[in-house]
């Protein structure tokens, strides 16, 4: 083998690992690519629906806990469940109608109340999501070592981080082999619960008569006790701190973007399987419960402990309950999919309005947002090990985030309906959804901040104050950059009239510049009139080159992508008419891809054996200062270019271009 072979090889063995942990290159050129990696309704509710159903195994548990002697009151608790999920579910339903785009509620808080409520919005959905993953896995931990020796049971953090992990490297995969591969889990989970609670149900019906008869009893009782105040305090206060039961219900409409077409259609329906599926079984659950007085066990889930008394006298009971609670804690790790679905794209949709770095809009060759994929996965993995594995202090953090946007997205809802009151005849019946909705959201992150603020509440807080600051100070730099770099703008208003235009195609054999740009724009036409200045009349050809970048903003469908192609196109004709009219004869070249780098440098490649007599140019904001915190925000674009390139023997000049901040 030469060396030249040799250094090829080492090459191809990093690639060749990444494509076996993650998968090969996604071909996006491929019309039907988008068809094949969408997700029909039944997978919607497998990668988006189990985040809400899975909450079952936490969220009714921790509300029954909170009644104390009170357990007469879980039968409205269970009633009270199931309707608020059917009122928040509706409520999410007209946010897919009305915003078909996805982001939910960051793109409904930006739209309907102002950019500042959205970056609030935002910021607590990126933490919620965050919490998605690490709640989710802490349960799911929790739930399997059930069944685990107590000795066992300091592994338990290991596992759960081990787990995360395991979710980072699927989801780098894509969302769809994702979710293939967790479909069978959602499936037994459906099975078993309905076994668990529909006998659970039907095997005490002759006791229905014993249980009313207690209820008022009980409930006579603490009339005369405590008074109907105390007794509604005592619900309200269960009903709030069961909060974790609606977490996952906004996942759908943050994840329209990843559906099949038609896409609301497909939306509203994985909704629908959703909600019923969440309200049947939180609020049989809640019946379970007090049916089968089910009282905690230590180091056992409360759904643990009902699993083990309805089964106790099956022939493979024990076997039954373990593979009912299995199946529960398996869902638990699918519902933190949701964690990597949803945040990267919430995180995308606030990179293309400047709020996070830019790079978090990049879609990775697999079509995935890597990115922020790795830094869900980071940040789950800390909070995680923060709160060892405690699923109580977590669920509470968690309940926070979700509420904060539940409440601002139903605000926001309640003002565009009554903002269209005189275009929609139907506004008086949406706006009572959402105003309802908004009083529950409202009144249970009120009581859950004021009842965990101590155990919890006040992380999230700080967390999410913490994200919403950082993105001011994102956004506030893009702009003093924005303003610097339109500057260069001035070009634009000094365009030569059209004088003797060149149309010879450029000459191979002739001196070549060779312009790498974004845009038509005032960046671009510095760069092209400082060629000329900095090398008159050396260059007698000049093709400009544009990289049709493929991110999450414009992903979202074939049709996106020709449209992303075609404005690409005609950026670049404006460049080869102006060179024209300045007497050079010019040509453009554009490629899509979703790596610009490796795109890039592929197309220039192939310019330059066309035009061998070649000089490869292209721009580079410069600060006077420069810090981390640029190179954070900025890519390094033209610098992985240069470097590429001129590793294969291509001249390639960076030009600076001066940000005034």
Same mark, same amino acid.
């Given at each position: 083998m030469t060396p030249e072979n040799d250094e090829q090889e080492k090459e191809r063995i990093p690639s060749r690992i990444r494509h076996a942990v993650i998968g090969a290159k996604r071909n996006i050129a491929d019309p039907s690519l988008f068809h094949k990696i969408a997700l029909i309704p039944i997978l919607a509710w497998i990668g988006l629906g189990a985040d809400g159903l899975s909450s079952s195994s936490y969220g009714p548990a921790e509300a029954f806990m909170a009644l104390g002697s009170h357990l007469y009151l879980a039968l409205f608790l269970a009633f009270a469940t199931a309707l608020t999920v059917f009122i928040i579910s509706y409520a999410y339903s007209r946010i897919i109608e009305h915003f078909p785009s996805g982001g939910g509620g960051y793109i409904v808080a930006t739209h309907t109340i102002g950019e500042e409520a959205g970056v609030v919005s935002g910021s607590a959905l990126l933490v919620d999501y965050m919490l998605t993953i690490t709640v989710s896995i802490a349960a799911c931990a929790e739930a399997l070592f059930s069944f685990v020796p107590p000795e066992f049971q300091r592994f338990k953090l290991v596992f759960a981080v081990f787990l995360v992990l395991l979710l980072i490297i699927l989801n780098l995969r894509g969302v769809k082999e994702s979710v293939m591969v967790l479909a069978p889990i959602f499936l037994v989970f459906i099975a078993t619960h309905a076994l668990l609670l529909g006998y659970g149900i039907i095997a005490h019906i002759s006791g229905f008569g014993a249980v009313s008869s207690g209820i008022q009893a009980n409930l006579a009782t603490d009339l005369s006790a405590i008074g109907l105040i105390g007794i509604l305090a005592i619900f309200f206060r269960s009903y709030s701190l069961g909060a974790g039961t609606y977490t996952g219900i906004e996942a759908v409409a943050n994840g329209l973007q990843i559906m099949r077409e038609p896409r609301v259609q497909t939306g509203k329906r994985t909704m629908a399987y959703m909600a019923s599926s969440l309200a049947i079984v939180a609020g049989s659950l809640f019946f379970c419960y007090l049916l089968w007085h089910v009282v905690p066990v230590p180091g056992k889930t409360l759904n643990a402990v009902l699993a083990d008394l309805v089964f106790s006298g099956w022939s493979f009971g024990g076997l039954l309950a373990f593979i009912t609670i299995f199946s529960e804690g398996a869902l638990l790790m699918v519902a933190a999919q949701t964690g990597f679905i949803d945040g990267p794209r919430v995180m995308a949709n606030m990179a293309i309005d400047s709020w996070f770095p830019r790079r978090f809009a990049s879609l990775s060759e697999r079509l995935t947002m890597?990115?922020?994929?790795?830094?869900?996965? @980071?940040?789950? &993995?800390? &909070? &995680?090990?923060?709160?060892?594995?405690?699923?109580?202090?977590?669920?509470?953090?968690?309940?926070?985030?979700?509420?904060?946007?539940? /409440?601002?997205?139903?605000?926001?809802?309640?003002?565009?309906?009554?903002?269209?009151?005189? *275009?929609?005849? +139907?506004?008086?019946?949406?706006? @009572?959804?959402?105003?309802?909705?908004?009083?529950?959201?409202?009144?249970? &992150? /009120?009581?859950?901040?004021?009842?965990?603020?101590?155990?919890?509440?006040?992380?999230? +807080?700080?967390?999410?104050?913490?994200?919403?600051?950082?993105?001011?100070?994102?956004?506030?730099?893009?702009?003093?950059?924005?303003?610097?770099?339109?500057?260069?703008?001035? $070009? +634009?208003?000094?365009?030569?009239?059209?004088?003797?235009?060149?149309?010879?195609?450029?000459?191979?054999?002739?001196?070549?510049? %060779?312009?790498?740009?974004?845009?038509?724009?005032?960046?671009?036409?510095?760069?092209?009139?400082?060629?000329?200045?900095?090398?008159?009349?050396?260059?007698?050809?000049?093709?400009?080159?544009?990289?049709?970048?493929?991110?999450?903003? @414009?992903?979202?469908?074939?049709? *996106?992508?020709?449209?992303?192609?075609? /404005? %690409? =196109?005609?950026?670049?004709?404006?460049?080869?008419?102006?060179?024209?009219? +300045?007497?050079?004869?010019?040509?453009?070249?554009?490629?899509?891809?979703?790596?610009?780098?490796?795109?890039?440098?592929?197309?220039? =490649?192939?310019?330059?054996?066309?035009?061998?007599?070649?000089?490869?140019?292209?721009?580079?904001?410069?600060?006077?200062? *420069?810090?981390?915190? $640029?190179?954070?925000?900025?890519?390094?674009?033209?610098?992985?270019?240069?470097?590429?390139?001129?590793? /294969?023997?291509?001249?390639?000049?960076?030009?600076?271009? =001066?940000?005034?901040?």
């Open positions: 890597q990115d922020g994929i790795l830094l869900m996965g @980071s940040a789950a &993995l800390v &909070l &995680l090990v923060y709160a060892r594995g405690a699923v109580t202090v977590l669920v509470v953090m968690y309940a926070i985030n979700v509420f904060i946007t539940f /409440s601002l997205s139903e605000f926001g809802m309640s003002r565009f309906f009554f903002t269209r009151r005189r *275009e929609d005849p +139907l506004w008086k019946r949406h706006i @009572s959804i959402h105003l309802t909705g908004l009083i529950l959201c409202s009144t249970i &992150l /009120s009581i859950t901040i004021f009842e965990k603020f101590t155990e919890g509440g006040w992380l999230t +807080l700080l967390i999410t104050a913490c994200v919403i600051g950082i993105c001011f100070l994102i956004r506030r730099h893009y702009r003093e950059v924005t303003v610097g770099i339109h500057k260069l703008d001035y $070009h +634009l208003n000094n365009v030569p009239s059209a004088g003797t235009v060149n149309m010879d195609p450029p000459d191979p054999r002739k001196m070549t510049a %060779v312009q790498l740009v974004t845009g038509f724009n005032g960046f671009g036409l510095h760069t092209f009139y400082s060629i000329i200045k900095s090398f008159p009349n050396l260059y007698e050809n000049f093709i400009f080159v544009s990289v049709a970048v493929v991110d999450s903003g @414009s992903f979202k469908g074939a049709g *996106e992508v020709k449209a992303l192609e075609e /404005s %690409v =196109q005609a950026g670049l004709q404006k460049y080869v008419d102006l060179a024209r009219t +300045l007497g050079f004869a010019a040509d453009c070249r554009t490629a899509t891809g979703t790596d610009v780098v490796e795109t890039a440098v592929t197309l220039c =490649q192939s310019i330059a054996k066309e035009f061998p007599n070649s000089t490869f140019y292209t721009g580079q904001v410069v600060f006077r200062h *420069e810090s981390p915190f $640029h190179k954070v925000l900025h890519n390094e674009t033209a610098f992985a270019i240069q470097r590429n390139l001129q590793f /294969s023997g291509i001249t390639t000049v960076i030009l600076p271009v =001066q940000a005034e901040e």
